[in-house]
């Protein structure tokens, strides 16, 4: 028999998050870039974020063609996007300068938020930026459960307390 899930967060009634979640009022856009096969992940990973930010977006695909309605949007704003990289700066650095009008999101498995990166040319158009919590342990345990989602509900809220264009921190659901 089936558990009996929460209607509003989709887990199951005994580990329902809707208590925990405090919505925050965020004036940065956050654009979810998400691989079409994460739409069905279990984790919730997306539909959490959308509890807790009053100001999110997202876009389902994987290739340029699949996100055609945003990249102008993104390419012509001020526009950072959270992506462990050699060459990112670290975000608290780059918001402490930069007023950003959006935040973009990768949203897959490790191999999948590569392959967006990297099919998509004009993402690199966009302010490159990481958060502190990119130590070998925390990498490598990204590459073991093989999604990003445990790393980006666990620190988004770092990126939003970090950032001048939000009001508050996400917070309570990390």
Aim: with cysteine.
């Amino acid at each position: 028999m089936a558990r009996e899930c929460c209607k509003r967060c989709d887990f199951p009634i005994i580990t329902c998050l809707c208590e925990a979640i405090k919505p925050v009022n965020n004036r940065t856009k956050l654009i979810v870039l998400q691989h079409p096969d994460e739409v069905k992940n279990k984790k919730n990973t997306i539909k959490l974020a959308k509890m807790a930010c009053s100001n999110i977006e997202v876009f389902i695909g994987e290739s340029e063609q699949d996100f055609a309605d945003i990249m102008q949007t993104l390419v012509n704003s001020k526009t950072a996007l959270l992506f462990p990289s050699d060459s990112a700066t670290p975000f608290d650095q780059l918001a402490s300068d930069i007023s950003f009008d959006y935040l973009v999101i990768l949203d897959g498995t490790w191999r999948k938020a590569k392959r967006i990166y990297f099919v998509n040319p004009w993402l690199k158009n966009c302010h490159i930026c990481n958060l502190h919590w990119q130590t070998k342990a925390s990498i490598r345990y990204a590459l073991q459960v093989r999604s990003l989602a445990f790393l980006l509900l666990k620190q988004l809220p770092t990126a939003l307390k970090s950032s001048k264009t939000y009001h508050q921190i996400i917070c309570s659901i990390c």
